[in-house]
């Protein structure tokens, strides 16, 4: 029997409510993100340290058959729940670049140059500090951008930060995926095993079959998936960049347009209401289940695998991945010279490319694409609140800390270019956040909608084009 609660509800789901809530929050991701890393700071850095790292050192292993892979938590995580997570990103790359604001020259000028500033300045800065000395393999680290707080902190605004600034900033953020991707891709790659390299373009191949034959099924594109993964494992290339390149195979168009699905849902309601519609039944009938089941059979036709596959990774990527990767590599032990840490070349080149690298690079750009006409600020959107977005472009950390590891990986030198990016994003975050608060909104009249920002495929609509 079920407890019934208040106004005839299921007293279970008066409990869950305030969870459901807080989860359709756009600051959620980023205030799990943030505790994350306040955790592991503090557990870094208290008398349980030795427990923080023997746990992300603990060895595990997949053996099946003469197949062994063994590997810490710390690169499971990196190497392969990182993978998810890039994986997420290139289907978000592929629907910006297929129907989003990357889907025209014009619309898409504005963020690319925005972000190719906000790339090139902060790797120009960090060279000019660390050139010539062992700490210049982390150029790319500032030129990162962590979308996940940016949106958290706009979400906290309010109305205070116009939708069309919000789309603007992710855009960028997209655009800076794409940097960081081929960064990581060229430049962070140790020696390369040509034997792999092969086995993976086989993988890419047959992927690439998969989806021109016209598999719309997941499970092919799990199997192949996972042999790009371990082919890129073992090549040189980062295995994270497997998960790009899966994400660019699969299937985004649709099987079925508007008009013919509209047609169909109302006649599968139809059939629904004939099998009979009363308050008191507490099961299905055989027509009402045919009605539901050819209902779901519509729906799958008329979104894509591409916007399935989205939407299903987002919770796990916002509310377990990403989190538990700043959980895993934000730990920086604050023990020692604390100011020459600080005022390391490594670290004060993070602190310059992400404080001051970010703002200049993508305000500086944006206004070069207005000079020279190929671009215009959104509208109902001003100077100052383009400035204090790029602020918030500083925070870097989620894919900073990322390249950090890539650069600097079992050396000194990755705590001190850690701790760079946590304090660089959080001067950023506060003077971003400064900046937009005290910022006037323009008031618009008869504005049309915009579109929506794309964190999360919750908040964007189907899109019922094909790419073929």
Known sequence: MTTVGTAGQPRIRLIIRPFQEFARQETAGGILLLSSAIIALIWANSPW???????????IAIVLGDF?????????????????????????????VLIGELASVRRAALPI????????VPAGLYIAVNGGTEGARGWGIPMATDIAFVLGIMALLGRRVPLPLKVFLVALAIVDDIGAVLVIAIFYTSELSLMHLAAGAVFLLLLLGANRVGFRHPLPYVVLGLGLWVAFLESGVHATVAGVLLAL???????????DFLTQCRAFLDSFELAGVSAEKRHMEDGHRAAVYALESACEYVESPMQRLEHALYPWVTYLIMPLFGLANAGVALSGDLGAAITHSVSLGVILGLVVGKQVGITLFSWLAIRLGVASLPRG????????AAWLGGIGFTMSIFIANLAFGGTALLPIAKMGILLASLIAGIAGWLILATTKTVSLTHEAPAAAPASSPDSVAPSLVTDR
Do not use: C
Not at 113 to 120: C, E, K, R, S
Not at 381 to 388: A, I, K, L, N, P
């Open 49 to 59: 340290a030795p427990l923080y790292e023997q746990l992300w050192h603990t060895e």
């Open 68 to 96: 062994h892979l063994e590997e810490d938590l710390l690169h499971w995580i990196n190497d392969g729940l990182m993978a998810i997570f890039f994986l997420f990103v290139g289907l978000e790359i592929k629907r910006e």
């Open 113 to 120: 140059f925005a972000a190719v500033g906000g790339m090139l």
């Open 249 to 259: 195979t699969i299937p985004s168009s649709i099987r079925m347009n508007t008009r």
């Open 381 to 388: 959107v001003g100077w100052r609140q383009v400035y204090g």
